[in-house]
């Protein structure tokens, strides 16, 4: 099926027009919004374009009702987004369980909680840099380009709290969501919409209140 199909296919099952852009961004597989003038901005990756009628009928379903339950969509960007990128997954080694935290776990959890399920990247713990300057710490990143979320070791302790875990594990699912928009030939990765999303997280102010008096 080619783009203009799956267009027309969604816009007849949704009954709504869309404008649609077929992406190769395999961190964020498929994600809408409602522009200014109300209309529907949907980004699908390109292998929806050999998606069955079923997976198409709940994206319409998707694009209708937001919060539906998208089990379907789950299941097959489950069983084929590591072939968009094979060779960028393998480069990296996959360490999700630590001593304390399961990230695997915070990411599913999260993932259903904040994101319908849709963010489709890998997330491990980083590797240890020894010893550094708590200040020039970054505690989360998320490279795009090869779908993986790393999390500062650091945050790997009794002493820190799942609720600041699962806030960095959100603020770097938010960037996987979101992307880096250019506007007026500048990259904005912390914009309006990124921080008021970043304030939906539950436990937004104790992690705020938590990274300002405490070390990790």
């Not at 203009?4 to 296919?9: I, N, V």
């Not at 799942?162 to 806030?167: A, F, G, K, Q, S």
Request: glycine share 4%; charged share 30%.
């Amino acid at each position: 099926m080619n783009a203009d199909l799956l267009k027309s296919f969604i816009e007849r099952a949704a009954g709504r027009a869309i404008d649609l852009t077929i992406t190769e961004n395999s961190t964020s597989m498929l994600s809408m919004k409602h522009t200014p003038k109300g209309d529907i901005s949907l980004r699908v990756h390109r292998m929806f374009l050999d998606a069955s009628p079923e997976v198409l009928d709940e994206i319409a379903d998707f694009v209708k009702h937001r919060k539906k339950k998208t089990p379907l969509i789950r299941e097959y960007i489950r069983k084929n987004h590591h072939s968009s990128s094979p060779e960028k997954r393998r480069r990296a080694a996959i360490t999700p369980l630590g001593k304390y935290h399961n990230l695997r776990h915070i990411y599913d959890a999260l993932n259903e909680e904040y994101f319908n399920g849709q963010i489709a990247v890998e997330i491990t713990w980083g590797r240890n840099p020894g010893k550094s300057v708590y200040r020039k710490r970054r505690l989360g990143s998320c490279d795009s380009a090869a779908s993986l979320i790393r999390i500062h070791p650091a945050l790997d302790k009794s002493t820190v709290p799942r609720y600041l875990v699962e806030y960095v594990v959100y603020h770097e699912m938010l960037h996987a969501a979101l992307g880096i928009k250019v506007k007026n030939g500048r990259r904005s990765i912390h914009g309006r919409e990124f921080k008021l999303r970043e304030r939906l997280f539950r436990d937004f102010d104790r992690a705020a209140n938590f990274l300002k008096h405490k070390k990790i």
